[in-house]
């Protein structure tokens, strides 16, 4: 199973994106999935999680409100799309396919990221 996340780049500040990842190899499943993301001034931080079915969704505190997590089964895709950027959300953004369907397990595939840019 490989995961490969497009929709990065760079924007000013209060602008938004919509990043999207992309399973092959394999199916959503009965996997839950998330965001993460990492600079040079943090460690890698979860960013927001979905359950197998949609039914349990979790976002860190600071992008709540901004930022909204979605699966299409489908077509085998997740999406994070980001409202109103800050240049703190500046970022590589990676997707990550968890063994069971919570997001509170551990991890099983990550992609290798998408680079997030907001300028002031």
């Known amino acids: 199973v490989q995961l490969v996340e497009s929709g990065g780049g760079s924007v000013q500040a209060g602008k938004n994106l919509t990043l999207s990842c992309t399973i092959s190899g394999g199916t959503l499943g009965w996997h839950a999935m998330a965001w993460f993301r990492q600079n040079e001034e943090t460690d890698r931080e979860f960013v927001a999680g979905i359950s197998w079915n949609g039914d349990s969704i979790s976002y860190k505190d600071s992008v709540k409100g901004r930022f909204a997590i979605s699966r299409d089964d489908a077509k085998n895709t997740v999406d994070l799309q980001m409202n109103s950027l800050k240049p703190e959300d500046t970022a590589v953004y990676s997707c990550?396919?968890?063994?069971?369907?919570?997001?509170?397990?551990?991890?099983?595939?990550w992609g290798q990221g998408t680079q997030v840019t907001v300028s002031s």
């Open positions: 990550a396919m968890y063994y069971s369907g919570s997001y509170y397990g551990p991890i099983d595939v």
